[in-house]
């Protein structure tokens, strides 16, 4: 007899409409399909299986007991009636597993709308079920409560691996539940899973293609070059290239011959994974592609308690083939933030392609060692460091905890290239700009600042002087999408960019000129990389570093380092080219980054395996996050201007039915969107429909406003 024939035994109807349209039973049988299917990919071991498919048959048990029912407004918390329900009548049921696993099978049931919470938390929502102001199945949840105090001795019974297991079948099991329980299309979602031969052909035909639309014609020589790294054996590979050589290139032959379950593309900045997306999606079916870019999970900020997802959530859980986003959402669901249960599954056998690595933080190395440390044997996926500026310091981390990791750096490519005639100042970057007044109405000049305050100052500048002859334009981190998207259309006939980091790594752009401030090595030598991209040898300065107005946001001790290594680096690159790049003298200053980086190491360390038992969910205030990623935390925001239209587009998503038109409503809304720091979402309002931000100081055309004394 079936687990749920013992269910309708027990007298509970699975008849009764518990998703809108649909039956318990259905519901069940839905999940039960889809997580057999996700399973079977990774290839779980029988138990584990039919441990996920009990899970599907009574994570919802609590919704069939008498006192919840869809159409009621305040309902028990039908997760916590589920587990108390379950733990009385198990032994009816007749379950043929383990005493232990039983109960660690009512704790997900109590967990499957939340983070999974570590004791003293757990016993702290069983607290407020028993107080909610509606009329329960049980009015004490004392089987939860002496789960609650059980849950820790239970877990630490068990081997790390059995528990990385139990939460990725949780994980199986809810993302099962959010398909069935959205109306989302079973195939179209299974298919992110597979690797069709399809799929395969549209990577290979956009690598050539899109080779051609960048220079007019395919290198074969680069390509049978990329191919061979690409196809190399060892699981783990870091590779050294010039900017403007093929990364992308590289790491699309690496995606097609792996053929990874899931394929993750981390980019440094958010404004990055958009460019991303946008060439991704035009070799790729829409479908295979998403991308991802909150700060932090939307649990982390939760105020209360919720038991059903959002319209938006689902996007959040790293269902597609192929999913672009930041470090951050790499490294919190391996430190175990939010739900991470959800998404962690998707990290078995995939593809880790971590682009332009040496802006990492110290702290993002540290979290970096340690979810390799702890998920490699068991989780089985391959990495592929790339970067234009490769650190001899994080290469030598790295190694110490991938020690099979090949090393490819292109010192020939290096060597050949000479694009850079570079002179410094010491003056500011708005004096200069008034010395080269004749240059700026002549030549395609760059010039990038270390500030979005100082950009927007510049710009502002530079339109009064020179707007009524000169395209001018800013870019920068701070600006809705629609509108960053708008001035990127126009960029190939800008006379003057004035940009920030972003044009670091996100803008595939080259110019005459680059005007730039004092920033560290690897920051300036990816902005040299903007400048004769893709031409021949210098032969007049085309690069000039100035002094920095403040030492924001890299600090003094960096830039000064920087400062006393310049000179020696102009001259090198003078004798050698950019194969002066890889002089492992310019980069000693990284070592005050090791002591670091071990650090932080410990201590998530300790919070992981001794604390979170490798299974509770990280629940840290934001500052302690910040410390963990070593930057300051950043939310997407909703600027006021654009807020009307964002509710609109939410009121649609609620009532789409086909996916297709959900994901294009969902990409409208985030049209809308802005990557907003701490001080501003401290002066904003939320958005309880929107579940975000409310930014007012926000101008079209300026972003988000940081010049100081705008009107």
Known sequence: MSILDKIRERGLDLSKETHPGKSYEEHAKECREIAK??????????????????????????????????????????????????????????????????????????????PLYVPAKFMDIVSRAEKVSTKRYFTEYRKCKRLASEINRLLSSLDKEIRYNLADVLGVVKMADLISAKGLPKNEILANYLW??????DVKKGILERARSKRGVFDQTKFEKQMTIASSEENHLLVAAPTGWGKTALALLRMALRKPVKVFYILPTITAIKDFYENFTKILDKRYVGEYFYFADVELLKKNYVEEEHPLDIYRYFIPKITITTIDQLLLTTLQAGKYYIRRINLRNSLIIVDEFHLLTPEM???????????????????????????PIYEELLGEVLPQMKITVLCDEYSRLRRHKITAYDYSVEELISEKEDSLKRRRTLIIVNTVGEAQHLYTILKEKLGSTRRIMLIHGDFAYK?????????????????TQVAEVSLDISFDNLITELAPMPSLIQRFGRVNRYGETAVETNVYVCKPKSYEPYGLIILEETRKALPSLISEIERSGEAAYLNKEFWQYEQIYKEKVMEVEDKISKKLNDFMLNFFSLLAQEEEISRFLGREETWLAIPETYLDEALTLLQKLKNANRYEERMNIYAQIKENLVPASRADVRGAEWNDELRLWVIKNYDRDLGIIRVKNYP
């Open 37 to 114: 299917e996700i399973m079977g990919v990774y290839n779980y071991p029988k138990e584990l299986i039919e441990l996920a498919l009990l899970l599907c048959d009574v994570h919802d048990i609590g919704k069939l007991l008498h006192t919840w029912h869809i159409a009621q407004k305040r309902r028990p918390l039908h997760s916590i009636e589920g587990a108390e329900w379950f733990m009385y009548m198990n032994e009816y049921i007749g379950l043929n597993i383990d005493q232990a696993y039983q109960e660690l099978t009512a704790y997900m049931i109590a967990s499957h709308h939340s």
């Open 365 to 391: 190395v540290a979290c970096t060692r340690v979810f390799l440390k702890n998920l490699l044997k068991n989780y089985n996926f391959s990495c592929l460091f790339m970067s234009a500026t490769p650190s």
């Open 196 to 201: 069709s031969k399809e799929l395969e052909d």
């Open 483 to 499: 509108d960053r998207m708008r001035k990127e259309e126009q960029i190939e006939s800008t006379d003057i960019l004035i940009s």
